[in-house]
T-cell receptor, first 112, second 116 residues
Framework: KQEVTQIPAALSVPEGENLVLNCSFT??????LQWFRQDPGKGLTSLLL?????REQTSGRLNASLDKSSGRSTLYIAASQPGDSATYLC???????????FGAGTRLAVHP | GAVVSQHPSRVICKSGTSVKIECRSL??????MFWYRQFPKQSLMLMAT?????????EQGVEKDKFLINHASLTLSTLTVTSAHPEDSSFYIC????????????FGSGTQLSVL
């Protein structure tokens, strides 16, 4: 059974810091991995999607890496801003399942 | 960009009543829609997958008679929580897969259900 874990559960940093959010999964046979952003009481916005054959994806100040063999992914946020404050969720799509398995998320607070 | 509208955003109801939540894809056709629930500080848990014109597929442990899902058209899916109880209080989110797109999911803004 695929399980997704995110560390840390919460993070509070001053503006301008570079951040690393971690995601691990128990079954390395994944189809892809996605990082989402969720604002309080809102739905999800897809940030980055990494296919199983890829090692990383970049979008602006965001960079996500994938090490499928070790069951890990990291989301790197450069030069954090208060507007980055949100919950970041990672989710994996396993080869045998037509659904996403989500982690519990990392709640990020960036203060001025 | 593709937009998924979910309504209502918040609902408070008395125990024993039924609540209907709508999920609409506004500018694309969605052959598949997914319904999730999320408890505070926990991950999204998939409840069911609905395909237009067919019965929904429920995840293990989800009561299909309690959570009625209807996907009557390519742009609308509804989730009805029947005979709601306080333990059904949760945040419910839908997502829609665009026709022809296997990977892209677009999420609604969620519905906070509070059952008194």
């Amino acid at each position: 059974k695929q399980e997704v874990t995110q560390i840390p559960a919460a993070l509070s940093v001053p503006e301008g810091e570079n951040l690393v959010l971690n995601c691990s999964f128990t079954d390395s046979a994944i189809y892809n991995l996605q990082w989402f952003r969720q604002d309080p009481g809102k739905g999800l916005t897809s940030l980055l999607l990494i296919q199983s054959s890829q090692r990383e994806q970049t979008s602006g100040r965001l960079n996500a890496s994938l090490d499928k063999s070790s069951g890990r992914s990291t989301l790197y946020i450069a030069a954090s801003q208060p507007g980055d404050s949100a919950t970041y969720l990672c989710a994996v799509k396993s080869g045998g399942y037509n659904k996403l398995i989500f982690g519990a998320g990392t709640r990020l607070a960036v203060h001025p | 960009g593709a937009v998924v509208s979910q309504h209502p955003s918040r609902v408070i109801c008395k125990s024993g009543t039924s609540v209907k939540i709508e999920c609409r894809s506004l500018d694309f056709q969605a052959t598949t829609m997914f319904w999730y629930r999320q408890f505070p500080k926990q991950s999204l848990m998939l409840m069911a997958t609905s395909n237009e014109g067919s019965k929904a597929t429920y995840e293990q442990g989800v009561e299909k008679d309690k959570f009625l899902i209807n996907h009557a058209s390519l742009t609308l899916s509804t989730l009805t929580v029947t005979s709601a109880h306080p333990e059904d209080s949760s945040f419910y989110i839908c997502s829609a897969r665009m026709q022809g797109e296997r990977e892209k999911l677009f999420f609604g803004s969620g519905t906070q259900l509070s059952v008194l």
